[in-house]
């Protein structure tokens, strides 16, 4: 590895120059600069998220914890690893492969729970009485709300 | 040591390209725009859903269990004050207990109440806001789509509030401000004077208990220094300007290269340096020697550290990892006291605890880092505003934002854990009356007579 700065004759000059300090292997480095990250950061937080080896049990830990019918723990779980949903299974670092598996079924999980519901909720929304008949008034959240008395206390 | 050199030779360390100004707006933004978001969901929740001809039953039985005077909302002085006062003394009684079982180390204890109270707050409160709109827009949902949206939603939120670690930073930022609107709006329910004491008595009661040598949250701050130990509160952390202070970078940089120092410094703190560069001379020396890992250790940290003191979890595991150098954004931090609130209402009383914090300060990572009760009190004093008309709502916004920024000015003045909440709530009644009184007055009469829209 170069570790002497370009066109400086080592021997010479090797006492009065201020030299790049033998620890920074990369060519980009050069005095009290610090070298560029790698650019595999697993979460969507960057440097600023989970380490690479904590990441794959908590990307497996979410996606068994959404099976109790905490579909939102998918989303979080898609989210947080964005990055590596991103990259094609074919191009990602080797990083990733632990992890991937997990957030790939979670994707799928929430889209389909996503799915279900959109449909289920738009149907009765657009449907309404017509569709559903009386049962639909017994079913919208506003009547059971005043049916129960939940929205008594704050007025 | 390393540490002294690289202190001595702050004015050129800014790294290339970004100067001190460049993040120190950065800094303050990310603290005001929170802050806002807060004030503004609050002010449009209090507008679409509080209907001010019909007292809430909310006031009824406060008026009630005060012994009250006339029934129906009518709310006067005396059951205003007995109010504030009764919750004041319930606050402080609890930051007392809250401090007794930080000193008992009862951590889970703390952990599990704070779990608590944030599900119950996002769930209760949030179930009941959300029905509200759903009511008053109309918005024909049904109830299954509801049953297993509320509890999913609430628990995601409950979960990235309290673990910050295991979700995205804006997630976690997001519930923790959803958590602050849902208290703020509930809040606003109480009658107008006596949210109006209720604001001064917290103010006051901020400056006692976090600047008074007895006072709860000194104490808990103090046990918390001591001890180098994190108190387990619901506290909103900005996003570090840089990312150099990531916990990630700061692992991979201890493999690659050990024993750097960190040229990259938060702005406060060069701020700090910068104003009291005269104070650190004489305990710069003292703090060189103290190179290890007590990167903790407040009593030994530089004086330009000392605005906040709140230790995160990743610091001790960077710690463990064996890090040598005393890298400079390394403070100590306590992080701010947890307020639970009572309700002033017996028959409810017990049912919710909501944790709040009070104060502001500078994190493990150099962000600032403000209170959730702050948060809450700012938005309650808007939301106050709002029910009056948008007229107090700028004034009051600006006069907070304002005591936000003299706060924060203060805090690189005198580098001690401060309270946020007595200098905007007072600059923010201050404005509410000179409007409602003067500004309205001048107002209307331009408007009428043409003068100027």
Known sequence: METRVAGVPEDEESGLLPRPSAAGRRPSSRGPRLPHPPATWATVDGPLGLPLEDAEGHARRFFLWGFACLPFLWAINCCYFWPVLRSSAASSPSAFAPIRPYVVRSAIGFTIFSVVLITWATTFIVGGEQLFGPVWNDLVMYNVADKLGITGFMG | ?453
């Open chain 2, 1 to 453: 040591m390393a540490d002294a050199a690289a202190a001595a030779a702050v004015p050129g360390d800014a790294p290339a390209g970004t100067t001190v100004l460049d993040s120190l707006g950065e800094d303050i933004t990310r603290i005001v725009y929170p802050v806002s978001a807060c004030m503004l969901l609050v002010v449009l929740l209090v507008s679409l859903l509080s209907s001010p001809s019909s007292p809430s039953p909310l006031s009824a039985s406060i008026a009630a269990a005060t012994g009250g005077v006339s029934g129906g909302g009518d709310d006067d002085i005396p059951t205003a004050l007995i109010t504030a006062l009764t919750f004041v003394v319930a606050v402080t009684a609890a930051t007392f207990l809250l401090a007794l079982l930080f000193y008992l180390r009862c951590t889970p204890c703390l952990r599990a109440y704070l779990g608590f109270s944030a599900l119950a707050v996002l769930l209760v409160l949030g179930g009941q806001v959300a029905l509200l709109l759903l009511s008053r827009l109309r918005f024909p949902l049904d109830a299954v789509s509801f049953a297993l949206l509320l509890p999913n939603a609430a628990g995601a939120l409950a979960l990235a509030a309290l673990a910050p670690a295991s979700v995205p930073i804006a997630l976690h930022q997001a519930a923790l401000v959803a958590v602050a609107v849902l208290t703020a709006f509930w809040f606003t329910l109480l009658p107008e004077w006596t949210t109006w004491a209720l604001l001064v008595a917290m103010a006051i009661y901020d400056l006692a208990a976090v600047l008074l040598p007895g006072g709860p949250l000194r104490v808990l701050l103090e046990l918390a220094i001591q001890r180098n130990e994190e108190i387990p509160a619901l506290v909103y952390e900005a996003r570090p300007v840089d990312p150099r202070h990531g916990r990630n970078w700061r692992l991979w940089r201890e493999g690659t290269q050990p024993g750097a120092d960190l040229d990259a410094r938060s702005t406060v703190e060069v701020i700090g340096e910068v104003l009291g560069r005269n104070l650190d001379a004489n305990s710069g020396n003292s703090s060189s020697s103290h190179d290890n890992e007590a990167d903790g250790d407040v009593s030994n940290s530089r004086p330009r550290v000392t605005l906040v003191a709140a230790f995160s979890s990743s610091d001790s595991t960077v710690a463990q990892a064996g890090e040598v150098s005393a890298l400079p954004e390394h403070r100590v931090a306590v992080a701010e006291m947890s307020v639970p609130l009572i309700q002033p209402r017996p028959q409810r009383s017990g049912e919710e605890a909501v944790e709040d914090e009070d104060g502001i300060g500078l994190s493990s990572s150099g962000a600032i880092k403000l209170g959730l009760g702050d948060f809450i009190f700012y938005s309650v004093l808007v939301g106050r505003a709002a029910m009056y008309d948008y007229m107090t709502v700028y004034a009051c916004y600006l006069a907070i934002i304002a005591g936000l920024g003299i706060t924060l000015l203060l805090l690189a003045f005198f580098r001690k854990a401060l309270p946020a909440l007595p200098v905007s709530i007072a600059l923010g009644v201050v404005f509410y009356v000179l409007t409602r009184t003067l500004l309205e007055e001048f107002v209307v009469q331009c408007s009428t007579n043409l003068l100027m829209f």
